[in-house]
């Protein structure tokens, strides 16, 4: 089993910047996949960030050029700057398919979710 721990999120003014952290827990010894979706207030969850283990990444288009994912082995974070109010959300830690030494697990698993608002 995996537990995904979040911490970073709180309240940042228009323009200003937060950071979130999500770090796996258990024996893995890999993942494949890991990054951030969020959930507004009436709206669906939609992907924000990921990145896989071999270094690529994949961007919301509203995020391009603002927020950065990066990884660290069974850690993931989520650098946020020029915050927006349109930006706040509970955000969600990811991570799917999971490596460990003698079997692969393909499900997903979510964290608790963090939430960041973003106002004045």
């Known amino acids: 089993q995996v537990q995904l721990v979040e911490s970073g999120g709180g309240l940042a003014q228009p323009g200003g910047s937060l950071r979130l952290s999500c770090a796996a827990s258990g024996t893995m010894v890999n993942i494949n996949v890991m990054g951030w979706y969020r959930q507004a207030p009436g709206k669906q969850r939609e992907l924000v960030a990921v990145a896989s283990r071999g270094g690529s990444t994949n961007y919301a288009d509203s995020v391009k050029g603002r927020f950065t994912v990066s990884r660290d082995n069974t850690k993931v974070y989520l650098q946020m700057n020029s915050l927006k109010p349109e930006d706040t959300a509970v955000y969600y830690c990811?991570?799917?398919?999971?490596?460990?030494?003698?079997?692969?697990?393909?499900?997903?698993?979510w964290g608790q979710g963090t939430q960041v608002t973003v106002s004045s």
């Open positions: 990811n991570a799917g398919g999971i490596w460990y030494s003698d079997i692969f697990d393909n499900q997903q698993y």
